[in-house]
């Protein structure tokens, strides 16, 4: 009779698809002009006091979504970072190097 069972010493590791809530840093813009060029109709870059630039989404509405040193560098990763994550590709092209936790006693 054949063995049907599932139990076994290696550790079970969930399968999930990366969410876009999951690339936020938690900034949230306060004051959206009302002369913003929205691109794609998904978010605007804005110059930042530090002269870097920052793409600002619109759904939800102001969220700091990615920065970088040029607005073409910008627009370039906003849009794909998107894209990946509403095509579910984004896990392809990242990997967690260090989870930041602690184990055992401190």
């Known amino acids: ?10 550790p079970v590791v969930e ?14 813009e306060k004051e959206i002009p009302l002369d913003v060029e929205w691109i794609d109709d998904a978010f605007y870059i804005k110059k930042t006091r530090f002269g870097l630039y920052t793409s ?6 102001g969220q700091h979504f990615i920065t970088g040193a040029t607005y073409e560098g910008v627009l370039t990763v906003s849009r ?3 894209k990946a994550v509403q095509d579910g590709s984004l896990d392809d092209y990242t990997r967690v190097v260090n989870n930041g936790v602690v184990g055992g006693k401190l």
Do not use: C, D, Y
């Open 1 to 10: 009779m054949p063995n049907n069972s599932t139990a076994s010493n290696e």
């Open 15 to 28: 399968s999930s698809r990366s969410k876009l809530a999951q690339s936020f840093g938690g900034t949230v």
């Open 56 to 61: 600002i989404l619109k759904e939800p509405l």
């Open 80 to 82: 794909w970072h998107l």
